[in-house]
């Protein structure tokens, strides 16, 4: 390496440090342990002028005209600024939890992790309950959205409109409304004799479920079930590590490989096509 190159090396790298310094230190997410210093480079929507950030992906996704990507951005449901990652290309979707079947993120957490998030934004995570409440207590009613994939790459989708979870006063209680989609409706319907709708969230410290024992603690294979909207145990559980489980969808059998929880207002889409009429030369 010769000198003009090796000090070009050394200038781009006192930059580089030099710009990812002052992107953290101008940022305060409020879930910053859920990003890396090199994550911090990747953010797409800094915003130097300080004034607030959009509440949610399908915000930033209306914004753009449709043409953001996938990624991190900040966005600002409440007081405080966190990352997410947006899913742009199902159409500004703020995902809120993400997992991969067998992934080295533990998701056996205390209620504080639960509450606060962990994981990594550009792996798998769970946002955090404290957020899911922030971002689904809006006048604007919230959808939730399951994404399921399978070993052989079949996608199967849910929806739930409305999508609440309450604060932790109520300990993080879900509320669901109507379901369409191509999964089971594993949630407010009890084929399993589980139902989770109205449910209070437990974790392996704290036990709000209706069962004599903690479910989040029982094992399958080693791995206990993480944190849930537990009943007398479950009907689904996205937090099991080693088995993602929806019904039939999803479990020991049929296995998944991933899945994912995201959300977006309920009017968006009516909303967002009065807003911008799509043209016919576009279709
Ligand atoms: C997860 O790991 C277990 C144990 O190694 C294995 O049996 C199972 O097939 C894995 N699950 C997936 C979806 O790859």
Not at 27 to 49: C, F, V
């Amino acid at each position: 390496m010769n000198l003009k190159h090796s000090v070009g090396c050394i200038l781009l790298l006192f930059v580089q440090c030099r710009l990812q310094t002052r992107a953290e230190e101008v940022l305060e997410l409020a879930n910053s342990h859920m990003l890396s210093p090199g994550d911090y480079m990747k953010l797409i929507n800094i915003n130097t002028k300080g004034t607030k950030y959009p509440r949610d992906c399908s915000e930033i996704f209306k914004w753009s005209e449709q043409s953001s990507k996938d990624g991190i951005y900040i966005i600002q449901p409440a007081k405080e600024p966190i990352g997410v990652f947006c899913d742009m290309q199902d159409g500004g979707w703020t995902v809120i939890q993400h997992i991969t079947a067998n992934s080295s993120v533990d998701f056996d957490r205390t209620w504080q992790d639960y509450k606060y998030g962990f994981g990594s934004l550009n792996d798998n995570y769970w946002l955090g309950n404290e957020y899911m409440h922030q971002l689904t207590n809006s006048p604007r009613p919230y959808i939730l959205r399951v994404k399921l994939v399978d070993l052989n790459a079949e996608i199967k989708l849910g929806e739930y409109e409305p999508f609440l979870i309450e604060d932790e006063a109520s300990q993080y209680r879900i509320r669901l409304g109507l379901y369409k989609g191509s999964a089971a409706d594993a949630l407010t319907q009890d084929t399993e004799a589980y139902l989770h709708d109205n449910q209070k969230f437990t974790t392996k410290d704290k036990d709000n479920d209706n069962y004599f024992q903690n479910c989040a603690k029982l094992e399958h294979n080693g791995i206990p079930g993480g944190g849930w909207w537990y009943d007398a145990c479950a009907g689904a559980n996205l937090n099991r590590r080693n088995v993602i489980y929806w019904q039939k969808d999803c479990n020991k059998e049929q296995m998944c490989k991933y899945a994912w929880m995201m959300v977006r207002p309920a009017d968006y889409s009516q909303d967002h096509s009065m807003a911008c009429p799509a043209q016919k030369n576009e279709l």
